[in-house]
């Protein structure tokens, strides 16, 4: 009896000490996770349910639900362009959906942006990263210096890279001296805007990639280089069979990074382009601030769970390889 | 691998001291080089900005303005309220900095080094939303700030800062490498828990809390989405918003808006320049947030 008295009061002890740990562990989290749960779980969970209704931000009670009406109206393809098409196969739809379609634009420039930015900033960032582990003296000056445009503001650096491509600017000057025939606004042109939002975020990000790239480098085993030389292998052969492919796990996690800002971009756009000239740089979201900024909240919430469906996509892809490289 | 392309006595040459010279040489050129073409944007904002506006677009191009304009610097501050933008900004990143970095410390403390049930799945809540950009939930957030009377309010610049997961995953990585031993040590001397994190888990921590510092502060100094969306009013404008309407206010005075966003990029040129051996080896340690 008094054995069982003394379990059950160890027991009771032993739950209420538990429960005092619980708590206190629960009051180191409270004051952000609170802070989360209000601003970033709720909207998160809100904006599923809002890209099913129609509503223009007015009170609460004009808001209505229409299921997915709000995906189906974005995707829809206008009967009249259908009609126009000679011969409606499923290749002519989908040339008139990226062409014509807003969506369609919105996701042809993103994918097209991410497609180019991504290659180039790996190789500027690689390039950057080797010769600078190459240079002893120095190389903290010279790694701050080729960083630096990270840290500086997209809008003033925008302006900037604006100004410089405009007509008669020292972009154009340059290639004119170099026998380029082009001279206007890079902006304005419905051609060479998109490249100018390239060039401008892959010289900002591209010192970024190249201090992680550098940390990879650096951890490279020596042992490796020299035994390949001993072997006989020259720098290029070092390169391309030790140094690449130990930097392979760095590169996957560079890419999946550099693929999720792409499909993000959307300050440099709006800055230098503001999705234009027409739609030729209109992306995912400039696509979704338009329609916020038209009042069209429910649909403005479907573009952007587009979006988040792209990006979870990709991030569920890194998951696996993930795991896959870590078993290798 | 072809064994063929050297002979291996040659392989292991011991380097020629003048050959290596030379390359040591052209790596210098082709930094400096590289330097040359990061900075060109930067420095051509300078030099435009010491211009008449004339004479940003001359033909061929002047690097050295013929007469310093620095009037022009002056100017600025009578166009724009950019002292008030300044201040404006400021508050926010101060403010975001010091909420950001107690919150995330002290819940990655509690993650890292405290059990309990459901701790895990907490903490996976918390990194499933990392990958969940915020252009997908701003328009509900918006519109909860708008009710709660945050709209148009520095407030919710702050609050839209403040909480992101970022902080607490990149802390409870840093403080799971201090020894756990350390922690039971002072739990047996009698520290509480609060205790342990303010005296021993907080000064260890100090180069995870720089880094995490700058990234917040310089993250928070050069957004320029969240105060497009929120603020609209000019008294509570950032820097960012604010030189955004400078420009399009002053679309043809490209030497004054090259002032602007020199001068609007100082603060954070100054802070980097301080902490960047922190802000560099934060980022090849963690390699996050992109």
């Known amino acids: 009896m ?8 160890a027991k009771r002890r032993r739950g209420s000490l538990e429960r005092k740990k619980t708590l206190v562990a629960l009051s180191f989290i409270a004051p952000n996770f609170i802070g ?35 995906y189906a109206r974005i995707f829809e393809i206008p009967q009249r362009y259908i009609d126009r098409l000679e011969d409606p196969n499923i290749f002519a739809i989908l040339g008139v959906f990226f062409e014509k379609v807003d969506i369609g634009i919105a996701l042809k420039n993103t994918v097209t942006y991410t497609i180019i930015t991504v290659p180039l900033t790996l190789v500027c960032s690689i390039l950057l990263a080797l010769v600078l582990n190459k240079a002893v003296k120095c190389a903290v000056a010279f790694r701050a210096i080729l960083f630096f445009p990270y840290v500086s503001s997209t809008v003033a650096i925008c302006v900037c890279w604006n100004f410089m491509m405009m007509k008669n600017g020292p972009i154009n000057q340059l290639l004119m001296f170099f026998g380029s025939t082009f001279n206007k606004t ?6 060479m805007a998109i490249w100018a939002v390239i060039i ?63 499909f993000k971009v959307y300050d440099t756009v709006a800055l230098m382009t503001g999705g234009g000239p027409g739609r030729a740089t209109k992306m995912l979201v400039t696509y979704t601030i338009d329609e916020f900024n038209a009042f069209k909240y429910g649909s403005a919430c479907a573009i952007a769970m587009v979006l988040l469906v792209l990006v979870l996509t990709v991030t569920i892809i890194q998951f696996r390889m993930e795991k896959k490289f870590s078993a290798d | 691998m072809s064994e063929n392309a050297l ?20 790596l210098y050129i082709a930094l400096i080089l590289l330097s040359a073409v990061t900075l060109v944007p930067f420095v051509w904002m300078l030099s435009s900005s010491l211009k008449l506006d004339r004479e940003v677009f001359e033909f061929p191009i002047r690097w050295i303005p013929k007469t310093f304009h620095w009037e022009n610097y002056s100017l600025i501050w009578t166009k724009a309220p950019m002292l008030m933008y300044f201040k404006n900004t400021a508050i926010v990143a101060i403010c975001v900095t010091c909420i950001q970095t107690l919150t995330s410390s002290f819940a990655a403390y509690s ?54 997961a970022f902080g607490v995953f990149l802390m409870r990585q840093f403080y799971r490498g201090i020894p756990t031993e350390l922690c039971e040590a002072a ?14 888990m907080l000064p260890l921590s100090k180069a995870a809390i720089a880094t995490l510092v700058i990234f917040t502060f310089i993250g928070t100094w050069n957004d320029y989405m969240g105060p497009m969306i929120y603020l609209t009013t000019e008294s509570v404008k950032t820097i960012q918003v604010g030189l955004r309407r400078f420009i399009q206010e002053n679309s043809s005075d490209y030497h004054l808006i090259m002032a602007a966003s020199m ?12 902490l960047q051996r922190y802000f560099i080896e934060g980022i090849a340690t963690s390699g996050l947030k992109g």
């Open chain 1, 2 to 9: 008094s054995q069982y008295q003394l379990n059950a009061e």
């Open chain 1, 36 to 70: 989360f749960a209000l601003f970033t779980l709720i909207p998160v969970i809100v904006a599923v349910f809002m890209s099913m209704t129609e509503w223009n931000g007015g009170s609460l009670s004009t808001m209505k639900w229409v299921g997915f009406q709000n």
């Open chain 2, 111 to 164: 993650f890292a080094k405290l059990e309990f049930k459901g701790r895990d799945t907490l903490f996976l809540c918390y990194i499933a939303t990392i990958a969940v950009p915020w252009q997908a939930y701003m328009i509900p957030q918006f519109i909860e700030f708008r009710a709660i009377g945050l709209y148009d309010k520095l407030t919710a610049i702050m609050v839209l800062q403040a909480f992101s």
């Open chain 2, 263 to 274: 001068v609007s990029l100082i603060p954070v040129s100054v802070v980097f320049l301080c």
């Open chain 2, 7 to 26: 002979p291996s006595g040659q392989a292991i040459r011991p380097t020629n001291p003048l050959a290596s010279r030379i390359g040591k040489i052209l």
């Open chain 1, 200 to 262: 401008v975020s892959v010289w900002k990000s591209m010192g970024y990639y190249m201090v992680i790239y550098l940390a990879a480098l650096q951890g490279i085993p020596r042992e490796l280089y020299e035994a390949a030389t001993v072997d006989g292998a020259n720098k290029r052969q070092q390169f391309f069979h030790i140094t690449l492919p130990q930097l392979s796990p760095t590169t996957f996690f560079v890419s999946v990074m550099l693929v999720i800002g792409c």
């Open chain 2, 187 to 200: 739990r047996i001397d009698g520290l509480s828990e609060y205790g342990i994190w303010a005296r021993i």
């Open chain 1, 186 to 191: 890079w902006t304005a042109d419905s051609n």
